[in-house]
């Protein structure tokens, strides 16, 4: 089975060493890399180079999303352009096992048509461990499709053509798009799956603070993290709402979308 890892990009410095050092040492080799890139304009042809002279099959793209960070419109055009059956996404600034995509495969080979993995963030010396790992109420039902995070997750890009890819009504960084395309994978009844083992490690270093991040916006939180304030705002129904606010419409308690609920 051929996978597709998509990564999407706005750093200053995306971790293109740590990601490839991971492809390389995949035990999988039957593997593309594709970067979408808000930069691309502004990298050398160095990355393009080494993967070349190492053998990885690497498709370097320019992100034309609207001004501001719109992951979906990103993550959407590299799952278009992907030749593999399987998608892997992941974020920047993230390494993996050399087992990881192998394990993807053989969960996929399963029948499984999407699948969220798990993450630790590495700060400093230590590894914040992914909370959905303690949660009691984890199972493979509706409680992942609520929890489907885009620093980590697979699926097939027939499940991604079903459910017509990621709403790019979700157009800012933390836009919550994956938890929502997550919400449509489960009401279109495919199988998905929680499978913790399957874990990257994000690095949440000086590369990840927010004035590395080129989205043509300004933050007004510190370091890596962002204020309330700076959560992105969603075209819901013609007028702007929290992104949150999308997500409560999309839950079955509330109602079919279009039943009157503004």
């Not at 502004?42 to 002279?53: D, G, P, V």
């Not at 419109?73 to 087992?99: M, P, Q």
């Not at 489907?148 to 991604?160: D, E, L, Q, V």
């Amino acid at each position: 089975m051929k996978v597709s890892i998509v990564v999407i990009t706005a750093r200053t410095d995306p971790g293109f060493k740590e990601l490839a050092n991971s492809l390389l040492k995949s035990s999988h080799k039957e593997l593309e890399l594709i970067l979408v890139d808000r930069l691309l304009e502004t990298r050398t042809q160095t990355w393009s180079e080494a993967c070349k002279a190492a053998g990885i099959e690497f498709t370097h793209v320019k992100d034309d999303s609207p001004p501001g960070p719109c992951p979906s419109a990103a993550r959407n055009l590299g799952v278009s352009i992907a030749k593999g059956d399987y998608v892997i996404c992941i974020d920047d600034l993230t390494s993996f096992s050399n087992n990881l995509i192998a394990e993807h495969v053989t969960i996929a080979n399963l029948g499984f048509d999407a699948v969220c993995g798990s993450y630790a963030e590495r700060i400093g010396s230590t590894d914040k461990i992914d909370p959905r790992t303690l949660d009691p109420q984890q199972s493979h039902g509706k409680w992942i499709s609520q929890r489907f995070y885009g620093m980590h997750m697979g699926f097939t890009k027939s499940a991604w053509e079903k459910v017509g890819g990621f709403d790019e009504a979700f157009d800012g960084a933390y836009g919550f798009e994956d938890c929502d395309f997550g919400r449509r994978l489960f009401r279109a009844g495919l199988a998905i799956g929680w499978f913790p083992r399957l874990s990257v490690v994000c690095f949440k270093d000086v590369r990840h603070d927010l004035e590395n991040l080129n989205v043509n916006r300004v933050y007004s939180g510190k370091g890596v993290e962002r204020s309330f304030t700076d959560e992105p705002l969603a075209n819901v129904y013609g007028s702007f709402k929290w992104k949150n606010d999308k997500l409560i419409i999309l839950n079955d308690k509330i109602g079919k979308i279009g039943s009157g609920n503004k």
